[in-house]
């Protein structure tokens, strides 16, 4: 006979898609257990689905004890028949001959109760991927990681990666997190100022706030690339849609103009909609019931329709008309503020909307000048529910003009000689974007809070595990 431990894995989804009659083995964590007239209920989930695995087992099975001792959060490792279950709303129900706890939960397991708080749960964030909610932002986070790459693989794009520690600021913004091994308790001083010669790259190095530069360098030789990576940014930001530490997708194309910009962030957010829509269904049901009422319906349109197109001149006018009661003044040359860009979105259009053409004032020194002198070539795409999802632009590719433009954002020419060098040996146009996957998923999920759609969240005072 062979040993039941033997027998492989069979996750529970797989198991919840099986025909009854086979015998199976299960392991993962007790999210509930009943006892009722000698019979003890206990469900199983392992991360592999929303739904759990109900076991059920009498009073004269052999593994009555072992079943009855168990807890909420305990780890199990469950051998037994799959058999039709005559219990609503499950086909299928295990009827376990072996139980072996794997490790028991403590009796102070903080997840014994159905519902917690979002607040709570931040606090116990390395337990709260055992809750419904948290399971399913993590696989659809993990399905929209996957859409991306099938997105641009198909397209034939080369995925990059580029430096994570860099010396150059690529937004220009001055949010950069310093990277050193200087003594912070004796700092070596020059001239009256740290002595960045002394620091380990002999040069002041900082966490990358995107990887776009370096992006541009291998677009102007692989044509289509894209990057997928963690970026960091000190802005001192508390609000719901900002995170220290996130991660963004950035596409760069050569030989390409804004509007095709556009095109490709357009069919792209079409993509991961349809991605998930067709193969996250048991989870995003849920989002639509418990999270975010309507959020398929409203992802469905959007699959299906055209974006919005307009300037930011016409957005600031119809902003001005409007109306509407705002915190912030409106005017042009004032970025949108987050209440701007969901009016934008959610009342004026009512579908995502890109705003291009930017004054020059408020966007990065490295976007494309238009003819009119004041405006550059930059997209924001505005969604419901989040506000801005994605930044871009045509990048300026003629040298004269970038260089004018570092010397006039007041950055040090000579940490951009090799971005310039990229306009004086075979310049092409070329455009990108990036695209903020945690304002995504915060999009695709309905979840309100950037802190729970990242499971280990990063912000201004807060920086646990
Ligand atoms: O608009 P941003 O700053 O654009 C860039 O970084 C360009 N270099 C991208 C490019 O053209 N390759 O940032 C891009 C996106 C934003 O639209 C937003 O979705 C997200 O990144 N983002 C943040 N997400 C979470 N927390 C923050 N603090 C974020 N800052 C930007
Ligand atoms: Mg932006």
Same mark, same amino acid.
Not at 150 to 168: A, M, Q
Not at 174 to 185: I, P, S
């Given at each position: 006979m ?16 099986? &025909? ?28 592999? +689905? @929303? ?5 059920v ?7 009555f ?15 037994? @028949? ?8 499950? *086909? ?24 917690? #708080? ?5 606090t ?17 986070? #993990? ?6 790459? *099938? ?18 600021? %690529? ?26 010669a ?10 990358t706030?995107?990887?776009?530069l +370096? ?23 508390n609000? #719901?849609?900002?995170? #220290? ?8 194309m050569?030989? +390409? &103009? ?21 193969? +996250? %269904? ?5 989002? &639509? ?11 469905e349109h ?7 197109? $307009? ?23 004032? /970025? ?15 579908? /995502? ?12 020194f490295? $976007? ?11 997209? &924001?795409? @505005? ?5 801005? @999802? ?8 003629r ?12 950055l ?52 646990p595990?």
């Amino acid at each position: 006979m062979t040993d039941e431990r033997d027998l492989p894995r069979t996750r529970v989804a797989a198991a919840l898609a099986a &025909d009854p009659g086979r015998r199976l083995r299960i392991q993962g964590w007790v999210r509930t257990v009943r006892r009722s007239k000698g019979v003890v209920f206990f469900e199983i989930n392992d991360g592999s +689905c @929303l739904a759990n695995l109900q076991a059920v087992v009498g009073a004269d099975d052999e593994t009555f004890e072992a079943a009855a001792a168990l807890a909420t959060g305990a780890a199990v490792d469950v051998t037994g @028949l799959l058999a039709e279950s005559p219990a609503r709303g499950q *086909r299928v129900e295990l009827r376990p001959d072996r139980i072996t706890r794997v490790g028991a939960a403590a009796p102070d397991f903080p997840l014994q109760k159905k519902r917690h #708080s979002f607040e709570f749960l931040r606090t116990i964030a390395h337990l709260r991927v055992r809750t419904n909610t948290f399971g399913a932002v993590f696989r659809v986070r #993990s399905a929209l990681a996957h859409a991306t790459h *099938r997105f641009f693989h198909e397209r034939g794009f080369v995925y990059v990666h580029t430096p994570i520690l860099t010396s150059s600021d %690529t937004e220009g913004a001055g949010e950069l997190f310093r990277v050193t091994t200087l003594d912070l308790a004796n700092v070596p001083v020059r001239d009256g100022a740290v002595d960045d010669a002394a620091d380990f790259f002999g040069r002041a190095a900082y966490l990358t706030v995107s990887g776009q530069l +370096c992006a541009e360098a291998l677009a102007l030789g692989l044509s289509d690339v894209y990057t997928f990576g963690p970026t960091f940014r000190a802005e001192n930001s508390n609000t #719901s849609r900002h995170a #220290s530490e996130f991660w963004m997708i950035e596409p760069e194309m050569a030989f +390409c &103009d804004l509007a095709g910009d556009c095109d490709l962030a357009e069919a792209y957010v079409k993509a991961l909609l349809a991605d998930v829509l067709e193969g +996250c %269904t048991e989870d995003m049901a849920f989002f &639509d019931k418990r999270i975010a009422p309507g959020l398929l319906e409203r992802l469905e349109h959007v699959r299906d329709s055209a974006f919005e197109r $307009m300037t930011y001149a016409e957005a600031v006018a119809a902003l001005e008309r409007s109306g509407a009661a705002f915190e912030y003044p409106v005017g042009f040359g004032r /970025p949108l503020q987050a209440e701007h860009e969901r009016w934008l979105t959610e009342k004026h259009v009512g579908r /995502p909307i890109f705003v291009v053409d930017w004054p020059k004032e408020i966007k990065a020194f490295y $976007m494309r000048r238009n003819d009119d002198g004041h405006t550059v070539a930059a997209m &924001d795409l @505005l969604v419901p529910g989040v506000g801005e @999802l994605i930044g871009g632009s045509q990048r300026e590719e003629r040298a004269d003009v970038l260089e004018a433009a570092i010397a006039e954002a007041g950055l040090d020419p000579t940490a951009y000689a090799w971005y310039v060098d990229l306009r004086r040996y075979g310049s092409a146009p070329h455009s990108g974007f990036g695209l903020g996957f945690e304002r995504l998923v915060m999009y695709v999920t309905g979840m309100a809070n950037i802190r729970d759609v990242i499971p280990f969240p990063r912000t201004p005072r807060s920086c646990p595990y």
